[in-house]
């Protein structure tokens, strides 16, 4: 059975820092783009990071681009995304996904990725 499990999140200042995991048990997640996606009240999900499996290429969205980190240890089988410099609008539930194919024109395409942890909150807030 395969899991995705994000751990790292809760209630942080505006300009602090988090780092986000995301574990994988029943798949190696070096065979795949790892993406981290969030969800804030009232609002669509969208893509915030990825790391592709190919050529470890990463893409973030502009509203992160300079503060979060996208990274994979395959030893652990882990991927992480580091957050500095938070601000109130990254306040959301974040979510880490598996996919076998994204590249620049879809790794921000919810349908690209098969799998899904269960989220995790974030909360900037002073």
């Known amino acids: 059975q395969v899991q995705l499990v994000e751990s790292g999140g809760g209630l942080v200042q505006p300009g602090g820092s988090l780092r986000l995991s995301c574990a994988a048990s029943?798949?190696?997640?070096?065979?795949?783009?790892i993406g981290w996606f969030r969800q804030a009240p009232g609002k669509e999900r969208e893509g915030v990071s990825c790391?592709?499996?190919?050529?470890?290429?990463?893409y973030y969205t502009d509203s992160v681009k300079g503060r979060f980190t996208i990274a994979r240890d395959n030893s652990k089988n882990a991927v992480y995304l580091q957050m500095n410099n938070l601000k109130p609008e990254d306040t959301a539930v974040y979510y880490c996904?598996?996919?076998?194919?994204?590249?620049?024109?879809?790794?921000?395409?919810?349908?690209?990725?098969?799998?899904w942890g269960q989220g995790i909150q974030v909360t900037v807030s002073r």
């Open positions: 790391i592709s499996n190919v050529d470890i290429a990463t």
């Open positions: 029943g798949l190696t997640l070096d065979y795949y783009a």
């Open positions: 996904a598996a996919g076998p194919h994204v590249g620049w024109a879809s790794w921000y395409k919810i349908d690209r990725y098969d799998y």
